[in-house]
């Protein structure tokens, strides 16, 4: 079955202590995304990869870190998490020249 | 640079009464547009998508929209809401570039027996 998951779902940590979510898609996309979603404000771009080593930086990348070393996987990695990190996430993957885009089933990530 | 507007971030309709939820993109060059639903606690699921070819959209659930240039609108409808709709819905858009999605900030359907 093509699809993009994530890990953990839920995550609940405490501040300045890192952690990665994982990311991971089975249909040799190219295009690779992180979004954070916050109520009111939709989903917003983290930071986006076109192809393996290939990455660049979305609308809000501070605070985050990402690292595209295999097609398949994307992991957003933050170095010291803050409060103001509580969110949302979703990662998403889409073929090169496509316009539909995959969805991972996200992860509601606390910060205390 | 690119935007979507989303006006409205809560619609309230009643169950069988028409849904109308309200998309602008600002683009010079008309891009591809789309629609998302997200149900609570689910990921994004692609309801309806522009791609230039017809300008009124026929998507999954009855949902359709209608791609106006001149009003650079792209407005999602339904013609009688069910209690299943209720959920948030957003609009997106790709430039032709392919390069990236610009969101909607979203707007949250509540259907009322």
């Known amino acids: 079955e093509a699809q993009v998951t994530q890990n953990p779902r839920y995550l609940i940590t405490v501040t300045g202590k890192k952690l990665t979510v994982t990311c991971s898609q089975n249909m040799n996309h190219e295009y690779m995304s992180w979004y954070r979603q916050d109520p009111g404000l939709g989903l917003r771009q983290i930071y986006y990869s076109m192809n393996v080593e290939v990455t660049d930086k979305g609308d809000v990348p501070e605070g985050y870190k990402v690292s595209r070393k295999e097609k398949r996987n994307f992991p957003l990695i933050l170095e010291s998490p803050s409060p103001n990190q509580t969110s949302l996430y979703f990662c998403?993957?889409?073929?090169?020249?496509?316009?539909?885009?995959?969805f991972g089933p996200g992860t509601r990530l606390t910060v205390l | 640079a690119q935007s979507v507007t989303q006006l409205g971030s809560h619609v309230s309709v009643s169950e069988g009464a028409l849904v109308l939820l309200r998309c602008n993109y600002s683009?010079?060059?008309?891009?591809?547009l789309f629609w998302y639903v997200q149900y609570p606690n689910q990921g994004l699921q692609l309801l309806l998508k522009y791609t230039s070819a017809a300008t009124l959209v026929k998507g999954i659930n009855g949902f359709e929209a209608e791609f106006k240039k001149s009003e650079t609108s792209f407005h999602l409808t339904k013609p009688s809401a069910h209690m299943s709709d209720a959920a948030e819905y957003f609009c997106a858009s790709l430039p032709y570039n392919f390069n990236k999605f610009y969101f909607g900030s979203g707007t949250k359907l509540n259907v009322k027996p």
């Open positions: 998403a993957s889409r073929a090169g020249g496509q316009d539909t885009q995959y």
């Open positions: 683009s010079s060059v008309p891009p591809y």
